[in-house]
């Protein structure tokens, strides 16, 4: 099955904790994106890797970080994490960088920091 | 900055009426392009269509959409809505270049019997 897979499904941590979340894309895709969608919906960008190489890093703190250790993963580490980081952290990949392609979307990991 | 307006946060109609979801964009880019990305309950984000074709009609599932530079606008209308259109769309904005993609707030769509 060709697709975006993200682990796990759903976490739920105290505040201060550290955690991490994986994305795997089965599609061939050279670009990979993490998004933040919050209680309201809003859908923000994170991070937008190339053929594992970061090219987009929004502003956002330091706490987060990704990594990549080849085009078709992409992992989100939270150091220490604060009660606004609660939201569904969701996955994307596109066949390549560049603003006319599809964005495939993974079902997302939703964080509830207690 | 660059930036997608959608001005409904909610639209609520009986199934059968047209729809029209409202979507409006400020860009810099020169040869923006514009996307409609549906959103069903407990699933993710899926591209509806998209264009960079001024007043050029792009339909999909049927749904469409005419992108019109000289309005900066990119609506998404349907004849007659379905209740399974029920979901969240989002207006989403890019550009050839561009290293990511900008998205409206979304708007819900709500269809009752």
């Known amino acids: 099955e060709t697709a975006v897979f993200q682990t796990p499904n759903y976490h739920v941590t105290q505040v201060g904790n550290e955690v991490s979340f994986n994305c795997k894309q089965t599609l061939g895709h050279d670009t990979m994106y993490w998004y933040k969608q919050d209680s309201k919906k809003l859908l923000k960008i994170m991070f937008s890797y190339n053929n594992k190489q970061l090219i987009v890093n929004e502003t956002v703190p330091r706490r987060f970080s990704p990594q990549s250790s080849d085009k078709a993963h992409l992992n989100l580490r939270i150091k220490s994490v604060e009660p606004e980081d609660s939201a569904v952290y969701l996955c994307a990949s596109s066949q390549d960088w560049g603003g006319s392609y599809e964005q495939y979307f993974g079902p997302g990991t939703r964080l509830t920091v207690l | 900055g660059d930036s997608v307006t959608q001005t409904e946060g909610l639209v609520t109609l009986t199934e059968g009426l047209p729809v029209m979801l409202n979507c409006t964009y400020q860009?810099?880019?020169?040869?923006?392009?514009l996307f409609w990305y549906v959103q069903h309950l407990n699933e993710s984000p899926r591209l509806l269509l998209k264009s960079f074709t001024d007043n050029k009609r792009t339909e999909h599932q049927g749904f469409h959409a005419t992108l019109h530079k000289s309005s900066s606008s990119f609506h998404l209308q349907k004849s007659s809505a379905q209740l399974s259109d029920s979901a969240l769309y989002y207006c989403a904005l890019s550009d050839t270049n561009a290293y990511k993609v900008i998205f409206g707030k979304g708007t819900h769509l709500h269809v009752l019997p």
């Open positions: 860009t810099i880019y020169s040869n923006p392009f």
